[in-house]
């Protein structure tokens, strides 16, 4: 009943109600799951989407959120064949573009973990680019 009352004092004064931590929303195609009060990551794909910039930011909800992941599985059985990472991305999850039709994947410099599989079961796959600065692909002779 608290809840309820709290909600509609928020809704009728115009006050914004915030997102929570693990919540998703979508937005063009893809699904966002809030990871912290200003960060989210990619959480599904639809179908519908064969192609995608992903942009550094997003707003949801009057709130800009940095897109720092690729999630778990995001893009597991999707359509997508080229995806362009921004640079605000730092981590892509365990089998993120698994079983997908991806030919292009840009990694940037500020990726510094990426899961096991994240390309498993991909016979399309002709163009990973990474980023000359990228210290997750180099051997200790600095070289990839």
């Given at each position: 009943?608290k809840?309820?009352?709290?909600?509609?004092i928020?809704?009728?004064s115009?006050?914004?109600?915030y997102a929570?931590?693990g919540?998703t929303?979508?937005?063009?195609?893809?699904t966002?799951?809030i990871?912290?009060n200003?960060t989210?990551g990619?959480?599904?794909?639809?179908n519908?989407?064969?192609?995608?910039?992903?942009t550094?930011?997003?707003i949801?909800?009057?709130?800009?959120?940095?897109?720092?992941?690729?999630?778990?599985?995001?893009?597991?059985?999707?359509?997508?064949?080229k995806v362009t990472l921004?640079?605000?991305?730092?981590?892509?999850?365990?089998?993120?573009?698994?079983?997908?039709?991806?030919?292009?994947i840009?990694?940037?410099s500020?990726?510094?973990?990426?899961?096991?599989?994240?390309?498993a079961?991909?016979?399309?796959l002709?163009?990973?680019?990474?980023?000359?600065n990228?210290?997750?692909?180099?051997?200790d002779?600095?070289v990839?």
């Amino acid at each position: 009943m608290k809840q309820l009352i709290i909600s509609a004092i928020l809704f009728l004064s115009g006050i914004t109600a915030y997102a929570a931590v693990g919540d998703t929303f979508t937005q063009e195609g893809l699904t966002y799951v809030i990871k912290s009060n200003n960060t989210v990551g990619i959480y599904s794909v639809s179908n519908d989407v064969t192609e995608c910039t992903i942009t550094p930011t997003i707003i949801y909800k009057d709130i800009t959120y940095n897109v720092t992941s690729i999630e778990r599985d995001a893009f597991y059985w999707s359509n997508v064949t080229k995806v362009t990472l921004p640079n605000t991305i730092t981590e892509i999850g365990y089998g993120a573009f698994r079983s997908s039709p991806l030919e292009s994947i840009n990694i940037p410099s500020t990726v510094s973990s990426i899961g096991q599989g994240f390309v498993a079961y991909n016979k399309k796959l002709a163009t990973i680019d990474v980023a000359d600065n990228n210290q997750y692909f180099k051997n200790d002779d600095g070289v990839l």
